[in-house]
């Protein structure tokens, strides 16, 4: 069955620094999200991505955050400057359209 | 009010019983609805989703849709040790590319 990858599977990083975090989606989906997770907390919606361009996006996905695909295959997750409250479980989802997501694995990010 | 809300339980059934998972919505606009189940530290796996009102079954699962109620439920039949993990309830809008999740009710099916 197909997967979405993700890598790495735990990040830890010093505040202030930047971190990217990768994510390989499934081939023929055209819509990319990333979504993280607090720990305790419900799982939140960060920004989707289709053709080339972020198409929605929630408050927490500020000026620190941006998205990229750099080629045909990776969709990245950019933090510039890691905060203490970033520390969570980031998951990439893709979709083949709007509907019927499939999650990554996820990265657990510690900032410390 | 909660966007998506769901009794955070745990919800506890003995090995072979029904268990009933509820969820409501605030936002009459949402169409699309969708049940994950989420293991402790691991990603949400899609178990189900529904659009219309009424029942959808696949497998031990029944999802039930109740638009004017603004209710969705997740029977699961026979439940199983390994069904023990955390119930996300995740709505849609057409208009919209995200999920909103609820806080996920916590299910123990004891042996």
């Known amino acids: 069955e197909p997967e979405v990858t993700q890598t790495p599977s735990h990040q830890v990083t010093q505040m202030g620094q930047e971190v990217i975090l990768r994510c390989v989606p499934i081939s023929n989906h055209l819509y990319f999200y990333w979504y993280r997770q607090i720990l305790g907390q419900k799982v939140e919606f960060l920004v989707s991505f289709y053709n080339n361009e972020i198409s929605e996006k929630s408050e927490i996905f500020d000026d620190q955050f941006s998205v990229e695909r750099p080629d045909g295959s990776n969709f990245t997750l950019k933090i510039r400057s890691t905060k203490l409250e970033d520390s969570a479980m980031y998951f990439c989802?893709?979709?083949?359209?709007?509907?019927?997501?499939?999650f990554g694995s996820g990265t657990r990010l510690t900032v410390v | 009010q909660k966007e998506v809300e769901q009794n955070s339980g745990p919800l506890s059934v003995p090995e072979g019983a029904i268990a009933s998972l509820n969820c409501t919505y605030s936002d009459r606009g949402s169409q699309s609805f969708f049940w994950y189940r989420q293991y402790s530290g691991k990603s949400p796996e899609l178990i189900m989703s529904?659009?219309?009102?009424g029942d959808k079954e696949d497998g031990r699962f029944t999802a039930q849709l109740n638009k004017a109620s603004q209710y969705v439920s997740l029977l699961i039949r026979d439940s199983q040790p390994s069904d023990s993990a955390t119930y996300l309830c995740?709505?849609?809008?057409?208009?919209?590319?995200?999920?909103?999740f609820g806080s996920g009710t916590r299910l123990l099916v004891r042996p």
């Open positions: 989802a893709s979709s083949g359209d709007s509907y019927g997501y499939t």
């Open positions: 529904i659009y219309s009102n």
């Open positions: 995740a709505v849609k809008k057409d208009s919209s590319y995200k999920l909103i």
